[in-house]
């Protein structure tokens, strides 16, 4: 075989990068893994004995990282060196929207893949293989080949003066709060590339735990295409229920019900038919607003508007959250206490890219709300930087707009309003007895994510609207 994979380096040591190499340490000790990453910080949250202070929360990851770190699977700032020493490298950087300049506002920022793919060039040796794990637009694979030192060199390979590359694309289909199950048992890995013998290490590694009929190859471009459509078709779902959703309040039917009755139709599907508070996390938005310049790149106006579509139902659905708190409250929240509960986009993530958390607060702050925020993962400071500190004068004394609390009865105390915003489980196992009794009334509960248990707070004189529910008590 022509590439033989004793080393892999992965730069990017975020969400998508951490979980998917402590999954394949886990399955191939014979290959030593190195997830380098710029920010010092993040490595010594790597490193560190606790591993509460991991840098990111995912069910099963601790344990991963129990059973394989300082063995096969190493965290480091060393970026020549690992770079140097393998054999395949995964790029896992973050690809976000530009902030400016041409494509502003849609297009992804290339800049950390440029730099990423410059560096492999410059420290690379020997035969190496570059995979694409970040979610890039199409043909982007073409840039890091150019980058790379493609210049004089054959179609499939290309070389520098002492290294050989070949680039493939592997997309992640890994959703957050998942991610460890969703690699460990993937519905397929998907693999596109032009040279075989590349194609065949990288599902020879995928091979150790992962059937081979679920390894999916392709042409380059069809995987990177893949990848945004798989995240515009998801996202473009939960678009179609949440618009259903605001019919159904105003009909008297209930999404869940609607959700049920079409989902069992087996070419419908039951999964990702969860109505509420909009979709957020770091792909859906991000990567729609990319497919969306693509077409307006190829001409394709009315493509590009299809999917822009789905974006601003979505915003829609988030703000009509705030407007609805601030109807219901006589019109005021004026030095009302709200209470956000749940803050991370979805449950079981201390992530809170693009959470609908974000939106609802800002607009609540707005209104001149006092705001208390609990989320059992999310901390203060990720807090303070995703509300913005200069704007709302943010000191964590409820004196100011808003405070982080460490409980859902402390966040509910004296609180004329509760929101669900994330769908924590410890959410359904309230005791709306207890709530009700702290909370200044008349009290109102909103639940944007369809708990089971929510139907109690109206027992124990809490007024409840759930989204999706024409049947407002
Ligand atoms: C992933 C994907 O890679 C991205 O394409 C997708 O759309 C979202 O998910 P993710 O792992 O979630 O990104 O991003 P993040 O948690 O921000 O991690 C990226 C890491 O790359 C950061 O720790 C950052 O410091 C690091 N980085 C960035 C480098 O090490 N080098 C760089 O040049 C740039
Ligand atoms: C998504 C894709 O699922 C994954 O394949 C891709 O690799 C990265 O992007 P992620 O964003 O981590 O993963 O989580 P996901 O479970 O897809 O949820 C995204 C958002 O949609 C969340 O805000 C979630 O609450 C919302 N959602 C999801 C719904 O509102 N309803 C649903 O039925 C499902």
Redesign the pocket.
Known sequence: MKYSIKNICCIGAG??GGPTMAVIASHCPNIQINVIDINEERIKAWNDENLNNLPIFEPGLESLIRKCRNKNLHFSCNVQKHIANADMIFISVNTPTKEKGLGSGQAIDLKWIDSTARQISKYARGKTIVVEKS?LPVKTAKTIKEILGSKNLPKKQFKTQDSEFVVLSN?????????IK?LQKPDRVLIGGEELEAIEALSKIYSHWIEKEKIITTNLWSAELS?LT??AF??Q??SS??SISALCEATGADINEVALAIGTDQRIGK??????????????KK?ILNLIYLCNYYGLKEVSDYWQKVLDLNDWQTRRISKTVVEKLFGTISGKKIAILGFS???N?N?TR???AIKICRELLEEGGKISIYDPKVSLNQIKSDLGLEKYNLNNSFDGSWKFENSIIEASRNADAIILV??WEEFNQIDWDKISKVMRHPAWLFDT?SFKNTYKANYYGIRVWKLGNGLEE
């Open positions: 969400y998508v979610t997309p992640e289909f890994l959703a957050e709060g998942t991610a969703n990848k798989a995240n998801l996202a779902r939960i229920i949440n999964e990702f038919l969860k109505s509420g508070p909009g979709f957020g996390g770091s792909c859906f990567d986009f979805k449950a993530t992530d693009e959470s609908p994330t769908e994510r």
